[in-house]
Every structure is written in structure tokens, then in C-alpha cells.
């Protein structure tokens, strides 16, 4: 079965960096797209950012210029680089990846666990 491991989260001062990351494990699956969305305390999730299989990524506007998203295909890894941390960048940090499992036959959207991330000012 395939599952995706977020790590990374924490408590940072306002200015501050984190990097998150996600790791795809299990057998027989090709990953496509990835992207990082996040749930703010009584607010909708908000998509952050994306990337292609081929990289190209796209920003959320409240997060460019701030937040890089990278993957390592190798790997089936994406990371979410995030500098500048304001405190209204806190939230709760999910992880997703449309996937080809095998054995399932068909793509699925696959999402972490969340990992919190709590920017103080």
C-alpha cells in the first residue's frame, strides 16, 4: 500500500525558515503531480504550491517568493523550503501526490498525515 510520510513541522519565530518534507513508500507506483496545501485554524485548506514531474511549479501568491517547492524523483520525495515564515503561515501542512499504484490499476490522490506548522510573532 502506498502511504506518504511528512516530517519537518515545528514552532519558529517570525522570519524564520522550516523545510518540510514527504516521502512516498511502498511498491509499484509512479507518481505525477505533488504539491503541499495547508489548514489554518477555521479556514478552508488552501492549496501552497505544486510541481510537475518535469518541475515546473507553481506558487500560491501569498507564499511566492517566500516558499520553494522541490521533489527528488529518485527518491519520490517532495520538500517545501519555506523562508520569510510570517504567523499567518501557521497551519497544519499536508502533503499530496496523484499516484499509479499497480495493483489498483488507476490514479488516486494520496495525502500525508499533516504536520503542524506554528509561526509565533
Known amino acids: 500500500q502506498v502511504q506518504l510520510v511528512e516530517s519537518g513541522g515545528g514552532l519558529v519565530q517570525a522570519g524564520g525558515s522550516l523545510r518540510l518534507s514527504c516521502a512516498a513508500s511502498?511498491?509499484?507506483?509512479?507518481?505525477?503531480?505533488m504539491a503541499w496545501y495547508r489548514r489554518a485554524p477555521g479556514k478552508q485548506r488552501e492549496l501552497v504550491a505544486t510541481i510537475g514531474i518535469g518541475g515546473s511549479t507553481n506558487y500560491a501568491a501569498s507564499v511566492k517568493g517566500r516558499f520553494t517547492i522541490s521533489r527528488d524523483n529518485a527518491k519520490n520525495t517532495v520538500s517545501l523550503q519555506m523562508n520569510g515564515l510570517k504567523p499567518e503561515d501557521t497551519a497544519v501542512y499536508y502533503c499530496?501526490?496523484?499516484?499509479?499504484?499497480?495493483?489498483?490499476?488507476?490514479?488516486?490522490?494520496?495525502w500525508g498525515q499533516g504536520t503542524q506548522v506554528t509561526v509565533s510573532s
Open positions: 511502498g511498491s509499484a507506483f509512479t507518481i505525477n503531480d
Open positions: 499530496n501526490a496523484d499516484i499509479l499504484d499497480y495493483r489498483r490499476g488507476s490514479w488516486t490522490g494520496y
